[in-house]
């Protein structure tokens, strides 16, 4: 009966029927032995929730320094000496504190680089290592930025005790410097949430 139907079904459409069922069998072949399922190692995604968690600490800390700052050299500007110092020395704690986030930024980035070896499939790989790359970038810049404040800070702390009064200039350079290195860390930050998108496949 089969066999008949087959044989009473016009030419043309038994052709279209058989090559429509030889690609069907190519797709799956292809789907099922060439397609790797996607595999991410469990620390490298403990390691990125974690880096994203302390990155975005980072990133806040530096915003809010960059607030504090500004509010420090106006007090400075208005003599205001005493509320601008108590300002200082609450930045240099955080100060202290970013630097602990940045260490451990780093171990959760090292963590993620040392499995991107063992995600598949490869392009995905790829895009973790972009992401890594990117995030390593902000260390850097973190560093840099530190530098600006620590300096920053005691200059205006030797200016409030008599012992820089020609400081304006380098106030003003250090405060440009210390803010265009937020402004860095921002963009930085942002690249890797989005390149983590990308890898999530969003």
């Known amino acids: 009966m089969i066999k008949e139907a087959y044989f009473n079904t ?3 459409i038994r052709i279209f029927a058989i090559v429509l069922i030889a690609l069907l069998v190519i797709i799956f072949v292809v789907l099922f032995f060439f397609i790797k399922t996607r595999e991410i190692p469990n620390d490298f995604e403990t390691a990125r929730q974690n880096a994203s968690s302390v990155a975005t600490d980072i990133v806040n800390s530096s915003n809010e320094s960059a607030v504090q700052i500004n ?3 106006d007090l400075s500007n208005n003599g205001q000496y005493e509320e601008a110092l108590n300002l200082i020395l609450s930045e240099m704690q955080r100060n202290r504190e970013v630097r602990q986030k940045a260490i ?3 171990s959760d980035l090292g963590t993620m680089a040392q499995n991107i070896a063992n995600i598949s499939p490869e392009s995905s ?5 972009e992401a890594v790359s990117t995030e390593t970038t902000l260390i850097s810049q973190l560093i840099s930025y530190n530098d600006y404040l620590d300096q920053l800070l005691d200059i205006l702390r030797a200016k409030m005790i008599g012992q820089d009064k020609d ?3 380098k106030i003003i ?3 440009k410097s210390a803010n265009d290195e937020a402004n860095a860390i921002n963009q ?3 690249k890797f949430n989005q390149l983590l998108n990308q890898f999530d496949g969003k």
């Not at 790989?125 to 290592?129: E, F, G, I, P």
């Open 167 to 169: 400081s304006h200039d």
């Open 125 to 129: 790989a790829r895009q973790a290592l």
């Open 10 to 12: 016009p030419k043309k």
């Open 188 to 190: 930085t930050n942002t």
């Open 173 to 175: 350079a250090l405060i």
């Open 104 to 106: 451990i930024l780093s």
């Open 71 to 73: 509010k420090i050299s």
